[in-house]
Every structure is written in structure tokens, then in C-alpha cells.
């Protein structure tokens, strides 16, 4: 029998549009399946198109609060390169947080954009491991659409055993919560991400 987790603690970060809501969703119902506690929460900035968006999911044993504390992320998955030195708070040597980092930047206008080698040193000071992945590039160019990077990487996280979640259950998850219209490219993307594990 396997021994069951205590808790594990993730934040999404990214902005609007890159589809947060979503893989919330397909990681909680990942963690039902597998029989957790689980507790989401969406912490909104500006979640139209390009504004900053945040989602916790903390999932085990038992779970009390959806919110993810200061220092307290097991793994934080960041859909844009910037975005991720906004989720240092959640970050910290104790929790050995780990960084999946889309290497992938969306320009602000009229804002100086810190460099991958400037976010990665910010990044360093909170965490031993940090994964950047090209993840928009891969599916565009191997699927001609980067619209389910964060699917790649969630799949990637869990094919890497970031997460203390079966790919199975991910698996299961997308076919579940994805709408049929997209289902296929998510499928697709999913694949693609157990051959590049």
C-alpha cells in the first residue's frame, strides 16, 4: 500500500489568457482521482488577456485552507518567464520549492524585460532547482499552436514526478474537465510531453 501524502502544495502563476483556470481544474480532479483532500483558490490580478493571474492548489490527507503560505510551495509552475519572480513569496530553501519555468516571454509595453539569465539568479535565491522549459516553442512547433503550453508542462511535471501524481491520472483528468472542441490538441500535447520527459 502506498504510503499517503501528508500534503503538497502548488501555485500556478502566468496571465491572462494562458488557461490557469483549466489546469487547476485537471490537477484537482487528478488528486480526486487518486483519492486526496483537495483545495483550490484563484487569486485574480487582471485576469483578462494579459494581466496577472495566480491559482493555489494544495491537495493530501487532509486540507484546511485552499491558500498556499509564504514559503510553503512544493513546486511552483510558472506559464511566462517574468511572471515567475512574482511567485518567489510562495518560495523557499525549507520547502525545497521547485521552479517549472515556461522559458517564454510576453512583452509589456513601455516596461524594461528583465533577461532569462537576470530572472534566473532572481530565482536561485529561493530555490536549488529551477526547470526552465521552452514549452510555447515546442508545441508550436510541433503541434502549430502553443495554446496548451500549460497542459505540456503540467504533463511534463508529472512524467518528471514533480508532482506525487500518476500521468494517468492527469490523463484522465484532461479527458474529463477539457471541452471536446480542444480535447484532441491537449491529447496530442500530453504525448508530446511523455516523449520529451
Do not use: W
Request: aromatic share 6%.
Amino acid at each position: 500500500m502506498k504510503k499517503r501524502l501528508n500534503q503538497f502544495n502548488i501555485v500556478i502563476i502566468g496571465t491572462g489568457g494562458q488557461g490557469l483556470i483549466t489546469l487547476l481544474q485537471v490537477l484537482a480532479e487528478a488528486a480526486i482521482l487518486e483519492g486526496y483532500d483537495v483545495k483550490t483558490s484563484e487569486l485574480h490580478g487582471l485576469s483578462q488577456r494579459g494581466g496577472s493571474v495566480e491559482v493555489h492548489i494544495r491537495f493530501g490527507n487532509r486540507i484546511f485552507s485552499p491558500l498556499v503560505k509564504q514559503g510553503g510551495a512544493n513546486l511552483i509552475i510558472s506559464l511566462e518567464t517574468q511572471e515567475s519572480i512574482k511567485a518567489c513569496y510562495y518560495s523557499s530553501q525549507k520547502a525545497k520549492t521547485i521552479f517549472l519555468v515556461n522559458n517564454f516571454i510576453i512583452p509589456i509595453p513601455e516596461a524594461k524585460l528583465l533577461t532569462i539569465n537576470q530572472i534566473s539568479k532572481t530565482l536561485k535565491n529561493f530555490s536549488q532547482k529551477i526547470i526552465l522549459v521552452p514549452a510555447s516553442n515546442i508545441c508550436q512547433k510541433e503541434l502549430g499552436t502553443n495554446v496548451a503550453s500549460g497542459v505540456y508542462l503540467l504533463s511534463l511535471a508529472a512524467f518528471k514526478n514533480l508532482i506525487p501524481l500518476k500521468p494517468k491520472s492527469i490523463l484522465e483528468a484532461i479527458k474529463k474537465i477539457i471541452p471536446k472542441n480542444y480535447l484532441d490538441i491537449n491529447l496530442k500535447t500530453f504525448k508530446l510531453a511523455s516523449k520529451n520527459a
